[in-house]
């Protein structure tokens, strides 16, 4: 930008005679209203046009490679939190403000952040905007796609109710809803359904409202002050309610009911859509002066409930700020360790049972810490998920094991292995958008995708049936095969058998542990059945003793996993075990 530095998109412009000039670029970037700024991965400015510069009053000042927060400190905090988030993969607004100028008109301000994105897929940095909306101080403007409020009549009202002495004194319960993975969405079906679905989730919490039974309350509530929902953001609603709340579990009751209705099917046309959602919630007290606690104690909540899972309900408490901290720090580490190439590959062999071989494996991600060793998945996975950092790791994943598979076919021929396993998380399905850009970029390169097959858990699979229908259609057209993971722990494998198209079922390794009872012999061959008439392959997972090796292979099942056979092992090691296979196999000795 011509105030600073030319902006970055500028020189990524082929020099076509159609393309803009870098010099038009520029002066349209500087001469639009919003203002817009680019930060690296470690947050340091890159590039921020005037209307940017104005609102902080940054002027004309060497910015390029200085962080934001130590520039401006009152600022910095809150948007040094949206950057933090961007990072991990999020598209998030906050930092609000409403504030009324000379003439009477309200302005609300408020910064969104999202990631940029290289061209590797992978997360470089964050691209900020800061809106500034102005309107007249009795306006009741709405949101124009779903009919509610819209962010600065919900602000303005958060900063009537905290006036108010009656409803400071007793609390007013406040709402924050995120619907999970909406881009999804949007991604498969289209922006015009996306927006009816918003519609009828408006629709369904306008009713909600409506229709509460109200607490008994002694003062009096005038109309302005009645309940509120308002779009706060693309999947993002605000609830106020009007009277005080008799008990945080009256509060936690009416979460409850609107998670259910988000939960409740969408149909838009011949979609029928599933979605969740989670909801952070507060009553208003002592510590709420501002909107800004308001949203700050409410965003904290939020990201409490999203780390239990979908459709997760939480009241804020003071001690949440603290886990919610430790969670960041983790988060932190975890794109380091994206950036510093600390992840790791393990591969365990899966062999078929008959023929005594190892005809796959399944990828396993390690986090190789530079100060503890090796990291064990259950510490890290959960919260790559819940932050949606697990997307651009992900990629990386698939990218990794097509490497090491180029090289076992480089090495010991393309017939070492017949495939390999890599584990897909709910997040990578509902967010597909990355997961089938890096598969196609991998099959043009000319990589045969047969040779991978991916594993979801059954319950991500019945998570959101119609997502999961259209990913997997794209998936076996692309040659993809699916493995069902844990099958049977989850809640409905005999429709996941019987909607989509999958070609593994793998019998979880608590199962297997059981083979040696009656009852849990009963219960795995009960699964072979189940799998033959859907004529899946069977994976048995955690296979540890001799005894289950043998009652697995006398009752067909195909494929066995486990510590008898191997421990997870990286990828050269991988392949020196399954040429000693081979070499075994052939009758050769030394």
Known sequence: MATLISFPMARSLGQDVETPSPEWITRFVDDIPTGVAVFDRDLNYVAANPAWLDAFGLGIRPLEGQRHDALDPVSGAQIGELQRRALCGQVVEGCNTVERDAAGRLHHRAISARPRIGTDGSIVGVIAALHDIVTAASSHTADRLTGTAGRHRFLARLHATLDSGQQRRDGVPVFLLDIDNFKGVNDLYGTRVGDRVLKIIA????DATRSRPTPAFNGAVSPEMGDMVARLGADEFGIILGNPAPSLAYAETFARRLLQLVANPVIVGEQRIRLTANIGFIITGPAHVTEDDVLRDLDVALQEAKARGPNGAKAWEPALTNTVGRRLALLDQLRRALDEHEFVLQYQPIRNLAEGRAVGAEALLRWKHPTEGLIAPGA?????????????????VLREVVSQMQVWHMLYGRDMLDWVSVNVSARQFNDPSLLLSTLNEINSGGFPLDRIKLEITESAVMRN???????????????????????????????????????TIKIDHDFTARLETDDGKELVMALLRIARIYGADVIAEGVETAAQHSILRASGCGYGQGYLFAKPMDGSFLGAYVLSQMVEKAGVCC
């Open 203 to 206: 629709d369904r919490l306008l």
């Open 380 to 396: 890290f996975l959960p919260a790559l998920e819940e932050s949606g950092l697990i997307v651009p790791v992900g990629s990386w």
């Open 465 to 503: 049936p119609e997502i999961t229908r259209a990913v997997l259609g794209e998936l076996h057209a692309l040659g993809i095969r699916l493995a069902l993971d844990d099958f049977g722990t989850g809640y409905s494998a005999l429709g996941a058998l019987r909607h989509y198209q999958v070609d």
